[in-house]
Structure formats: C-alpha cells, structure tokens
C-alpha cells in the first residue's frame, strides 16, 4: 500500500527510496534507519560525521550509483577526540537526476534563508534580547518582597540550575533544525501543532506592550531635554496626559503620542529592515551602550545621599526564608521572566547560524553577563530607592511584604517613571540629565525585545511561504503596521489602564507553560541521549561526562518539576491580583468585569495549543490507522532532523572528494 505519509513526507516506496520489512529504511539522504537519523546511529556514529579539524585518516570504498558502498572513517578532531564511523549502507539511485516530483527542490527552497554574516551576531542579538525590561523595573521589587540577598542568591543558583538549559535548549532546537518557531515543534512533536502559533500570538502581545512603552519613554526624554527639569506629575500629566480617563472610558487619543508612537514605530522598521545584516550590528552597539548607561547610572545613585544606605537596607538578608518552597519557585519564575524565554525569540535567531556553531560558549557568556545586568540593576534601584527614602519623598517602614510595598514603589513602568524618576532623581542635581539617561536605558532595551518579538512573528509568517522571503522587509512593514493601529489603544489617556491589565493578566505566565512544553518535547522525541550527543557535535567541544549527566538530570527531571510548580503558583498568585489591588494607589483598579476579561485574555496564547491538539489526533490521520497515527504524534518527524542529514551529505561529499583527490595524486 502506498499512501501519503502525513509524519515522513512520503511512503517508503516512493521517490528513490524504499524499505524492507525489519531492516529499517535506505534513504537517499544516505542514513538507513526508521524514524529520524538517530535510529541508524548505533554507539554514536552520526556524531563522528563531523569535519575535520585535524590530521586523521579515511579508509573509503566508493561504489557506483545504483550500487552499495561502505564508508568507513576515522578522524582525529582538534579538540583532541577520536571519532570514529561506520556509515549505513547507501543506496544511490542516480541522485544527478531527481525525480519530478522530488521534495529535493523544496529542501533546496527551505534551506535558501538567511544567515548571520558572523558568529558574534548572534551572540550579540541574544545577548540584546535576554537584556529584558523585567530585569529593570520589576526583579529589583521582587527581591525586595522575598528577602532581600537571599532571595537574590537563590536567583543567581537558579540563573545556572535552570535559565542556562533553557537558554542553550532554545538555542538548540533552532539551530539543529533551522526552522522557524511556528515549524519547529509541529516537526519535533506534531501533537504541539499549535506551540509555534501560541508563542506567536505572545511574541505579538508584548510587542504591543514593549512599543507602547518605547512610546511613553520617547515622550518623556522629549519633555526632559526640552524642559530641562523633572516637573511633578511628568509621568501622569505631562506623558500620559491621564485626567479622569479609566478602563471604561479610555479618552481620546493624544497626538503627540500618536506622533511619537510613529516615530518609534519607523526607527524600529529602519533598524530591523535589513534583517540578519542590520539586527546583530544595531545590537553590538546596543549591549555595551546599556552597560555603560546603567554602570554611569549606579555610580551616580550611590554617589548620591541615602544611596549605600538604601542598598544596605534592602538587601538586609532574611535566611530563614531559604526554606521556603514559595521563595525558590518564585525564583524560577523570575529566571524565565527576566531571560524572556519561552516566547521563541532565542530559537529563531539560532536558526540563522551554522549548523556547527558553538552554542555552548555564546550561552555561558550570555549568563554570566545577565548576571553582572540584574547585579546592577538591583544596584541602581536599591539605591534611588535610598536616595527617596533619605529625602523622606517616601517611607517604606513595615511595608516589605506583598503587596504593601508595591502599593508605595509601584513595580514596572510605575516603579520607573514616578518612583525613581520624579521622585529620586529629582532630588539629585542635574536631576533631568540623569532621568534623561535612565529614559535612553529604557528605550534601548525595548528596542532590542522588539527585534526578537519581530524575528518570532515574521520568520514563521515566511516560513510558511518561503517564496515570498525577497519580501521580508514589505512583510515586517506590515507587521509593524499592524503593532502600531494596536497601539493606539495605548496612546488614549486611559492606555496606561489598558497596558495595566494586559501585563497583569497575560503577559508572563504563559512563558512558563511554554518552556515546560518545550522541554518536554525534546526529552519525550529527542531524548536527552541524542540531545547530549548533538550538542558536542554542533558545538565542537567535548563535553565532559559529569556536564553531560548533570544536564540530562535538569532537563529530564529538575526543569519539568520546578517549571510545572512555578506555573501552579504564578497561576494561583494571578487569580488573587485582583483582591489585593497593589497600585491602587497609583489610580489603577479594575472594574467589576475587569477580572473576568482578564482571565479570557489569559487563555488567549494557550488555546492555539489545545486547538491544534484536537485537531491533529482526530482529523490529522488522513488515511493512516489511528493508533500509528497517535504514536507517531509523539515522535519527531525527518523534517526535524533535517539539518542534520544535510551536514552528513557534506561531510561525506568532502571526504569522497578528497580521497579522489589523493587517489589522482
């Protein structure tokens, strides 16, 4: 019988290839196996086809087409390993010329997309994206209400236990399969159909929040250099323009926003338009340019009066909170925040690198800088935080807890644009030079997460269509349009009520689901094994056994555990928001039907999962029996594996081709 294999492309008797019953498949692509290349890669053999960075030895027989042949190749690699191979058996049948009706011309389509012209592009884009909003304005408060450097300690163990697999996985399932989000999880689970949509429709969201500040921050720096003073109510008066506006009545729309708004709008359109060749650059500059603001900021802070105090005092350690289950969950949950992980920003920028780039390395560096960034970002609002306190702007006595303290420091844009600007900056001289600078901190970072969120949205759109990729820069303008009419949602005097529930109520606890979706994936159809072995081979090191068996425990075990728990919790904190009210006192409440919009927001990301779920296993089968059907829905697909096959097709080419090189000689 011979029917459309929904999960392998074709039958395996069609196309130039076929199969024999117990013996697995021999494949033009030269692996023998059944599902996916691992299978015909007994004691790690598709880790040895690799290139060669050393001196090694190659014993080949060539055969003809048609014919079989046996390869068999030993190399020694220039970290110092022996790697050693006995291919599969090939069967070539006149690859020269394909049949019509090959999927070689659309392995061909898909592999014409772009790439980064160099390795520290893409470290620096990362590098731009993970250096996140949260970090700024809401981790600081956080470690305030949890215990000050004990909680701050228990990020940093967390940031290496749990943000630094996370990170290098993303890093991996772009890389390895160089696929867009939307494509990567249909190949590598395709019961997760819907997990590349869902994390589109979040990347749209908070592009939509990251703009709307970029267009708040704009108009502020506006106001500070030209007025050259903080003046009071800058944030509530003189930005947003508020007056008696609410979530009922939003107001109308303010045209020097709109003005502004245009402008951001059009900047983020010329930087990004240029795609790989523009974004890594823009984020070269941009990654020591917020160093140095936040280092000049931080010094300026604890140079001022009541600055080391304020230090002193928040991180005033609490350590019988360590044996608090709440206090390490919500860590956690500030690690996946704080990286921006679980949104596929990381995993579309990786798809434009090398299949053999060393990810491993660009994810140490990342961590460890996003260590030195929360260091001095904590720094920086501790101390303005001292300086309010030592001007008696504010008094914070007895009011640690949740969410006593919120209601007096506010925590985001609130805790920014009032608390550390209008009232700490402003008692320091030259007040609006340094607020101005704060403002440009804040306008870069937002300028780099909405690179990323871009990158989400536009790579799945074109890899849907890859004809249409000469066109990105018309397809991101459209984007872009399409962000800019939500946000002038944003720009009416009560935007800031509209921006408050859509943080509140969507904006980061489904990054959690979908980095527990994400590591389940892999472990469940790549298997840790595999994972292990890839990453080794991708990034040309070899890893060490106790790096490797520590990493499988994390992702097999400690990440699902501490990820499903912390999604309990933040779940369960959302649902009692509403009764406490923290920035009340910054006149933002919602009305009687604010909550229940608000949790139909909520299931706005997670219902392209569900949807695609049923979909796939009741009417995905399309002719194939129903219980191969839902097994295979669990197992990757060779589209995934990809990248892969190719890289072996290269390996093995250059290796005949040199071997032909030495037999003329």
């Known amino acids: 019988m011979v029917y459309k294999n929904t999960y392998h492309g074709y039958s395996d008797t069609e196309y130039g290839y076929h199969g024999e019953q117990g013996h697995g498949t021999e494949h033009v692509y030269g692996y023998q196996g059944g599902h996916g290349p691992h299978h015909a890669q007994a004691d790690g053999g598709h880790h040895a086809h690799q290139e060669e960075y050393g001196a090694g030895s190659q014993q080949v027989v060539i055969g003809v087409p048609g014919l079989h042949f046996q390869q068999t190749t030993q190399v020694q690699t220039s970290w110092g390993v022996n790697a050693s191979y ?41 590098w731009a994206f993970t250096l996140s909003l949260h970090s ?26 749990l943000g630094a697999p996370l990170l290098l996985l993303e890093m991996f399932l772009g890389q390895y399969s160089g696929l867009a989000p939307i494509r990567v999880f249909r190949h590598l689970s395709p019961v997760l159909t819907g997990l590349g949509l869902a994390m589109c429709i979040q990347a749209a969201i908070r592009a939509v929040l990251e703009l709307g500040v970029l267009m708040w921050m704009g108009q502020g720096m506006f106001r500070l250099f030209y007025h050259q003073k903080i003046s009071e109510g800058l944030f509530s008066q003189d930005i947003l323009n508020r007056e008696d506006a609410s979530l009922e009545a939003l107001g109308t729309v303010s045209t020097q926003l709109l003005l502004v708004l245009g402008i951001a709008t059009l900047t983020v359109f010329v ?5 790989t060749r523009s974004v890594g650059k823009v984020c070269m500059v941009t990654v020591p340019a917020c160093f140095m603001i936040i280092v000049t900021l931080v010094i300026r802070a604890c140079l001022a009066t009541g600055g080391p105090q304020g230090v002193l005092t928040f991180l005033h350690p609490d350590w019988s909170l360590l044996k608090e289950p709440t206090i390490w969950l919500e860590a956690a949950s500030q690690v996946v925040f704080s990286l921006q992980l679980g949104l596929g920003a990381i995993t579309a920028y990786s798809r434009y690198s090398k299949f053999r780039h060393n990810i491993v390395r660009d994810c140490t560096i990342v961590i460890v800088s996003h260590l030195v960034w929360v260091l001095l970002a904590v720094l920086l609002t501790f101390s303005l935080l001292g300086v309010a306190l030592s001007a008696e702007t504010i008094s914070l006595t007895g009011v640690s807890a949740v969410p006593a303290l919120v209601s007096v420091t506010g925590h985001g844009v609130w805790l920014a644009a009032i608390t550390l600007i209008e009232t700490s900056l402003a008692t320091i001289s030259y007040g609006w030079l340094w607020a101005g600078l704060f403002f440009i901190l804040l306008v870069l970072v937002s300028i780099t997460s909405l690179f990323g969120y871009l990158e989400v949205i536009t790579s799945s759109l074109l890899s849907q269509r890859p004809s249409i990729l000469p066109f990105k820069p018309a397809l991101t303008f459209t984007v872009l349009a399409l962000i800019f009419l939500m946000d002038l949602v ?59 068996s520590h990493l499988s425990v994390l992702y097999f075990s400690v990440l699902p555990t501490f990820l499903t728990i912390s999604l309990v919790q933040s779940l ?6 509403h009764l406490a009210e923290p920035l009340s006192t910054f006149g933002l409440s919602l009305p009687h039907w604010g909550m229940p919009m608000g949790w139909s927001l909520a299931f706005l990301p997670i219902s392209p999962i569900v949807f695609g779920a049923v979909v796939h296993c009741v009417w995905g089968a399309r002719g194939v029996p129903r219980l191969l059907h839902l097994m295979n829905s669990v197992k990757s697909t060779e589209r995934w594996s990809r990248n892969e096959r190719l890289e072996l097709e290269e390996t093995s080419g250059d290796i005949g081709q040199r071997n032909e090189n030495v037999s003329t000689a």
Not at 96 to 121: C, F, H, I, M, Y
Not at 138 to 158: A, D, E, N, R, T
Not at 271 to 275: E, K, P, R
């Open 86 to 126: 006995n291919a599969s058996t090939y069967r070539v049948q006149n690859p020269s010329t394909p049949p019509d009706g090959s999927q070689q011309n659309l392995l061909k389509l898909e592999a014409d997309v772009e790439r980064w012209p160099g390795e520290s592009d893409f470290l620096a884009s990362t």
């Open 136 to 161: 700024l304005w809401s981790l600081p408060i956080v470690i305030i209400q949890h215990g000050g450097l004990v909680f701050l300690l228990i990020y940093m163990l967390l940031l290496a236990i």
């Open 271 to 275: 930087l990004v338009v240029a795609g």
């Open 490 to 548: 944003l720009a009416t005097q009560g935007g800031i009520h509209v921006y408050h529930l859509l943080l509140t109520y969507i904006s980061n606890w489904p990054t959690l689901l979908f980095s527990l979706l994400t590591v389940l994936a892999t472990v469940l159809c790549h298997s840790t094994d595999h994972l292990m072995k890839d990453l080794s081979s991708m990034s040309k090191i070899s890893l060490p056994y106790w790096v490797t």
């Open 572 to 577: 369960y904190t959302l649902s009692i928001h």
